[in-house]
């Protein structure tokens, strides 16, 4: 079974949770707002994936930090503001077989497949 964490008005999430329900993957979907975040799943999230890939840049909360929380990101800041605000996790992510796959894009429908 497939784990997915995301958040349930995501787009992209909804998208995904779609697909694999059309393609009959058995899976269980974890909300951040609603469910929460460990610190363990980001920190084995970054081992497994990397932090550059998991955190999402591009959105909304990102933008709304401080220049002082952007500046000088490393892998302990990012896992902290990660887990302070699980919506700059780059969504969706999956979790199977000690496998992170991040995104959902064609290479990630890919590696969903294999």
């Given at each position: 079974?497939?784990?997915?964490?995301?958040?349930?008005?995501?787009?992209t999430?909804r998208?995904a949770?779609?697909?694999l329900?059309?393609?009959?993957?058995?899976?269980?979907?974890?909300?951040?707002?609603?469910?929460?975040?460990?610190?363990t799943?980001?920190?084995?999230?970054?081992?497994?994936?990397?932090w550059e890939?998991?955190?999402?840049?591009?959105?909304?909360?990102?933008?709304?930090?401080s220049?002082?929380e952007?500046?000088?990101?490393?892998?302990a800041?990012?896992?902290?503001?990660?887990?302070d605000?699980?919506?700059?996790?780059?969504?969706?992510v999956?979790?199977?077989?000690?496998?992170?796959?991040?995104?959902?894009?064609?290479?990630?429908?890919?590696?969903?497949?294999?």
């Amino acid at each position: 079974m497939i784990a997915v964490y995301g958040i349930k008005n995501c787009d992209t999430c909804r998208k995904a949770l779609k697909w694999l329900e059309a393609e009959g993957v058995e899976y269980r979907f974890h909300d951040f707002r609603i469910d929460g975040l460990e610190v363990t799943a980001v920190s084995r999230w970054v081992q497994r994936a990397g932090w550059e890939k998991l955190l999402n840049r591009r959105g909304t909360t990102w933008r709304n930090l401080s220049e002082g929380e952007k500046d000088e990101v490393d892998e302990a800041k990012a896992k902290a503001l990660m887990t302070d605000n699980p919506t700059l996790i780059k969504r969706p992510v999956f979790e199977f077989d000690e496998e992170v796959v991040i995104g959902f894009g064609a290479t990630e429908k890919a590696a969903l497949k294999a």
